[in-house]
């Protein structure tokens, strides 16, 4: 069933993928289509006034029936004065009067023609077909009474009498009078109702003109002035000083694309001051050897495996020296083996116990592709490091079945993640299968064991060290935690090897502040990612953030 909130939510995720260009292009063309519609309401109204106009026309035709009707009835009674005295003088009004009839008859012809209507034009020739028949028996009437010998008009009176033919003109011009009338009157109504209906009009035309303008405004506040606004406040920030909030934008994908390209800025710069400080560590740990061992500290590049895509970082604590280090290993069969490794302590003491560590374990993993032996062979180094220990995975994965052997030395335990719908979840954890390295089981046998899981198509394995997690700020113990990892992967488009651990790294320091107090380290595969071609350490571990 659709609720309100589903198509709320809806049209919110509709419209954050709208561009700005688009958004634009909405307001403008419902604004058109609300000014047409406007425009069509004023033209129908006038259409209907003009219609009551044209029926208002009919007033010349009322003008003209009201003379001719006058000279109608002036040359009737003229002609029956006439025929009862039979008085020159009024034979001479008569025809007189008769001119008069013909030119207001021609002028009641011309208003029925302007006036155009049928109705009015059948009419009117039925008067003139009535008052031809009647003047047909008044001239007879008239030509008879004019003669000496008066026989024919004796005869002709003992007929139907001429004022008996003046009857159906009279009627037929009172029929056309009623007629006009009646038109008027409806005319004279429905102007008046168009009338109103105009006024009406105008009235929402001037509404919806009020109401229109403040929309657009809204529209475009929310559209496009909020989002800028929100997006000026967040560089703002940043230029500031405020360094540790992140740059994004929930909006216009063209200035999504420009919060995301602040974000990466933003997050250079925090990588540059982090070298920074990382530089003058190291020259305050004063020791020549940092250089070195920071070099033998450093991981190989990524391999190129078809299929899989990679990402990692490294940031050490203090200075350019860390206990935390991580490779990537080709190994001989077609395998590849992820180690990663924090030796306790920070300092270049713990960068040489880390060296010693590290070359034991790539030795032991060409020897012998083992990782339970590996870890037995690298606790030698503890041998004389009775107050060092380290915890440390070993992760061999075969990238074509995608089958995962591992050893677990006390390690915080490397994680499996999916993507399902938008949500990062785990599917599996690689827990511990002993006990971390130390000279404390030097001599234990099978103190470590090798354990055997698979990575499903579209899964991403995870390793890192407690760094990560362990980040806090200053004076609390509210740490981060795995949950709130996840909670910040969550908010990402698309979910990446890259984009994990870049977000990842920027959520600890953020949490801790913008200073890490531990070693942080992070390794991410992914089956199924398509990766083409080699990642860089150096580059994966942020500009600068691994050993070079």
């Not at 302007?114 to 009015?120: F, I, K, L, T, Y």
Request: net charge negative.
């Amino acid at each position: 069933m659709v609720t309100v909130n589903g198509v709320m939510r809806r049209w919110h995720q509709l419209m954050l993928r709208t561009t700005l260009q688009r958004r634009v292009s909405a307001i403008a063309v419902g604004f058109l289509l609300v000014v047409l519609v406007l425009v069509g309401i004023l033209v129908s109204v006038q259409s209907g006034r003009d219609t009551s106009a044209g029926t208002q026309g009919w007033n010349p035709v009322i003008t003209a029936n009201n003379q001719f009707r006058s000279s109608l009835v002036g040359v009737n009674l003229r002609q029956q004065l006439y025929l009862r005295d039979a008085r020159p003088a009024d034979l001479r009004q008569l025809q007189v009067e008769l001119s008069q009839l013909q030119r207001d008859r021609a002028a009641l012809d011309d208003a029925a023609d302007a006036a155009g209507a049928p109705d009015v034009r059948r009419r009117v020739d039925g008067i003139f077909a009535s008052v031809d028949r009647w003047l047909a028996v008044s001239d007879e009437f008239v030509e008879a009474r004019q003669q000496p010998d008066q026989t024919r008009y004796d005869e002709l009176r003992q007929g139907p009498a001429t004022g008996l033919a003046f009857i159906p003109a009279y009627a037929a011009d009172n029929d056309l009078t009623g007629f006009l009338e009646t038109g008027r009157e409806a005319a004279l109504v429905a102007a008046q109702e168009n009338s109103d209906r105009l006024l009406l009009a105008q009235a929402l035309v001037a509404g919806t003109a009020l109401l229109l303008v403040p929309t657009i405004l809204f529209l475009v506040r929310r559209w496009v002035l909020r989002p800028l606004d929100e997006l000026s406040d967040q560089l703002l920030r940043v230029g500031g000083g405020d360094l540790q909030t992140p740059v994004g934008l929930a909006g216009p994908p063209e200035l999504a694309a420009v919060a995301a390209a602040a974000e990466t800025m933003r997050r250079r710069i925090l990588d540059e001051l982090a070298d920074a400080v990382s530089a003058r560590e190291a020259l305050q740990q004063g020791q020549p050897l940092v250089a070195e061992v920071r070099d033998q500290l450093a991981a190989h590049d990524l391999p190129i495996v078809p299929g899989w895509s990679a990402a990692a970082a490294l940031r050490p604590a203090e200075g350019l020296l860390a206990g935390d280090w991580y490779d990537v290993l080709p190994l001989r069969d077609g395998r590849f083996a992820v180690v990663v490794a924090d030796v306790s302590g920070h300092g270049a003491r713990a960068g040489i116990v880390a060296i010693q560590l590290k070359r034991l374990l790539e030795a032991a993993l060409h020897l012998a592709p083992e990782p339970d032996l590996a870890m037995a062979l690298a606790a030698r180094v503890f041998a004389d490091e009775a107050e060092r220990f380290a915890s440390c995975v070993v992760v061999v994965v075969d990238p074509d079945s995608g089958s995962v052997t591992y050893a677990n030395a006390g390690h915080p335990a490397p994680l499996v993640l999916r993507s399902d719908g938008g949500v990062v979840r785990v599917v599996g954890e690689l827990e511990a299968t002993g006990p971390l390295l130390s000279w404390l089981h030097l001599d234990t046998p099978g103190a470590w064991t090798t354990r055997t899981t698979s990575l499903a198509p579209g899964s991403l394995l995870v390793v890192y060290t407690d760094g990560l997690v362990e980040a806090r700020p200053t004076g609390t113990t509210d740490e981060l935690g795995v949950e709130g990892v996840l909670a910040a992967l969550q908010e990402l488009e698309d979910l990446t090897p890259q984009t994990l651990v870049d977000e990842a790294l920027d959520v600890a320091r953020r949490w801790s502040g913008g200073r890490a107090r531990d070693d942080v380290t992070l390794v991410a595969f992914e089956r199924g990612g398509g990766l083409t071609g080699a990642v860089p350490a150096a580059r994966a571990a942020g500009e600068g953030s691994a050993p070079e």
